[in-house]
């Protein structure tokens, strides 16, 4: 079945430092990528994603590659902020058939950012 | 953005009774809405899709007389948990599909059972 692996967590970083999280999956097919993140209290919201292999996906100073020859899909920042600090998800999502619309998710990775 | 609420945030009951948790898509329409549930340090298992007008689908593993999905409207789908045990304890989560495909996340329900 599917599966996707985040690195293990807790990452801790001073305020702009680089951050790399990464993620691997395991699916057949072609599956959307995406990247979400949790903020204390809150739901998960939609960081980025990426639905065919080499797009980039980007937000909020965050990017990740969707790479099919290494089944990766890994977060980076180049410079984070205090205001960074969350749970970040990886997820997969079929492209079609009856599994279309479910989200596979990795474990998640705490960030904690110190000033 | 789409935003989603889920009722109650937080809920204690006792060991055999049923708790009932509603999630709404406050300013767009839903035909499908997933639950997850989280358990401590780990990831969000999906336990339903729930589509509008129609019977939840569960995921394997997942009892479908224990966690009943009834999802009326547009609007609103609601999980209840029915004689509910300790392990039942979690964070369950849910999520609204818009009509492009996205999929917003409600704040979750941490659900303790003594």
């Known amino acids: 079945g599917d599966s996707v692996t985040q690195m293990e967590g807790p990452v801790t970083l001073s305020e702009e430092a680089f951050l790399t999280i990464n993620c691997t999956y395991t699916?057949?097919?072609?599956?959307?990528l995406f990247w979400y993140v949790q903020y204390p209290g809150e739901g998960l919201q939609l960081l980025l994603k990426?639905?065919?292999?080499?797009d980039k996906g980007s937000n909020k100073g965050f990017e990740a590659t969707y790479r099919k020859e290494t089944t990766s899909f890994h977060l980076e920042k180049g410079s984070v902020q205090v205001s960074d600090s969350a749970v970040y998800f990886c997820?997969?999502?079929?492209?079609?058939?009856?599994?279309?619309?479910?989200?596979?998710f990795g474990q998640g990775t705490i960030l904690t950012v110190h000033p | 953005g789409a935003v989603v609420s889920q009722h109650p945030s937080r809920v204690i009951c006792k060991s055999g009774t049923s708790v009932k948790i509603e999630c709404r898509s406050l300013?767009?329409?839903?035909?499908?809405m997933f639950w997850y549930r989280q358990f401590p340090k780990k990831s969000l298992m999906l336990m339903a899709t729930?589509?509008?007008?129609?019977?939840?689908?569960?995921e394997q593993g997942v009892e479908k007389d224990k966690f009943l999905i009834n999802h009326a409207s547009l609007t609103l789908s609601t999980l209840t948990v029915t004689s509910a045990h300790p392990e039942d304890s979690s964070f369950y989560i849910c999520?609204?599909?818009?009509?492009?495909?996205?999929?917003?996340f409600g704040p979750g329900t941490r659900l303790t059972v003594t």
């Open positions: 999520s609204a599909r818009d009509t492009f495909y996205e999929q917003y």
């Open positions: 699916a057949t097919g072609y599956p959307s």
């Open positions: 990426a639905t065919k292999a080499d």
């Open positions: 997820a997969l999502s079929r492209a079609g058939g009856t599994s279309y619309g479910k989200l596979t």
């Open positions: 300013d767009f329409q839903a035909t499908t």
């Open positions: 729930s589509n509008e007008g129609s019977k939840a689908t569960y």
